[in-house]
């Protein structure tokens, strides 16, 4: 039997809640039926605002449509989400709202995994003109904080707490708000590019064996939900080398497209043809052998980098995401993303 759960039938009373809700010690009681679908909740705070309102019929009492989350969510992101919130506890179900587990915050303990996240956070950011003008694009905020503190807070609410700033442009902004990372719960070490080196190039500044454990790659610029450890999971179970994460993205024609023979015979006309392709995400996942392919401290960008990774017979995959994504490369982004 799952911990700090009651069956329905067996809370015949007022005092038969209380008493369950006492045994348990932890302010919380998932209610179920015979199969273990959960009905509601009931907390300490259900039983006082039921004694205020003179109210103590067990239906009166129950919280029908209580808060809950997948059982599959990690155990970070339900950290995150109870901090959020301000509760102490979430009952956790499966697609058939069977109860799986009773989560409690008191009982989570941090765990995070070995796997670095590289940021990539050196670029000018030109395509952006006067936003960027004063300050480096990661650096730019979203909502009072920089979109770069987002990327370090997805990967922190799924385990991974070890990263690496790639800086050039503007360091100093970014070195003096984030410093250490200790302010946010996580590790921050810098490599400064002296000349600017692409999206791959300052890789190969970072210590030689400093990557035991395959590490994660981002730009300083994109938004995003990914779930990491499915890519990790993706990454181990195909024997990747290097995986690219892309979407399906859509772009409709505003224009009719004609199809012709070499004779200029018209074929067919096409009003306003919608063209589906995946597109690279900028956010990746490899090992040291890929690193080593790098030449040392020269321009080099990571599309190329996967394209010599492939020439050398490693394995080289995609990892199709269907997630929320966002690049802040234009104004109109930026403006778009203040309202999301």
């Known amino acids: 039997m799952i911990q700090f759960q009651a069956n329905i039938k067996d809370l015949k009373s007022f005092q038969d809640v209380i008493s369950k809700l006492d045994a348990f010690g932890v302010g919380f009681l998932a209610i179920v039926d015979d199969q273990n679908k959960l009905i509601g909740i009931v907390t300490d705070g259900d039983i006082r605002k039921a004694l205020l309102n003179q109210k103590k019929e067990v239906n009166e009492i129950i919280n029908f449509n209580p808060i809950t989350l997948p059982h599959t969510t990690p155990r970070h992101q339900i950290k995150s989400f109870l901090e959020e919130k301000r509760r102490l506890h979430i009952p956790l179900i499966d697609e058939n709202k069977k109860l799986v587990e009773v989560f409690l915050l008191h009982n989570f303990s941090a765990e995070y995994y070995p796997n670095y996240v590289v940021i990539m956070a050196g670029g000018l950011g030109s395509r952006l003109g006067d936003l960027t003008k004063d300050i480096p694009k990661p650096m730019l905020h979203i909502k009072g904080k920089p979109m770069v503190e987002y990327i370090i807070e997805s990967f922190k609410n799924q385990g991974f707490n ?179």
């Open 162 to 340: 070890k990263f690496i700033f790639c800086i050039n442009y503007k360091k100093e902004l970014i070195q003096d708000y984030f410093l250490d990372g200790k302010k946010l719960g996580v590790s921050i070490e810098y490599i400064e590019e002296k000349t600017r080196l692409g999206t791959a190039g300052a890789l190969s500044l970072i210590a030689e064996n400093k990557f035991t454990k395959p590490f994660f790659v981002v730009n300083g610029d994109v938004i995003s939900n990914i779930d990491y450890l499915n890519l990790v999971d993706f990454y181990s179970f195909s024997h990747a080398d290097a995986v690219m994460c892309v979407k399906e993205m859509s772009h409709t024609n505003p224009y009719a497209e004609v199809e012709y023979d070499q004779d200029f015979n018209l074929l067919d006309l096409k009003e306003k043809p919608t063209k589906k392709f995946d597109v690279n995400l900028g956010i990746y996942l490899l090992n040291e052998k890929v690193r080593q392919l790098l030449p040392k401290n020269e321009f080099f960008d990571m599309p190329g980098l996967f394209l010599k990774a492939k020439d050398s017979n490693l394995c080289v995959k995609v990892f199709k995401a269907n997630d929320d994504w966002m690049d802040i490369g234009l104004p109109n982004d930026y403006r778009a993303i203040q309202n999301d």
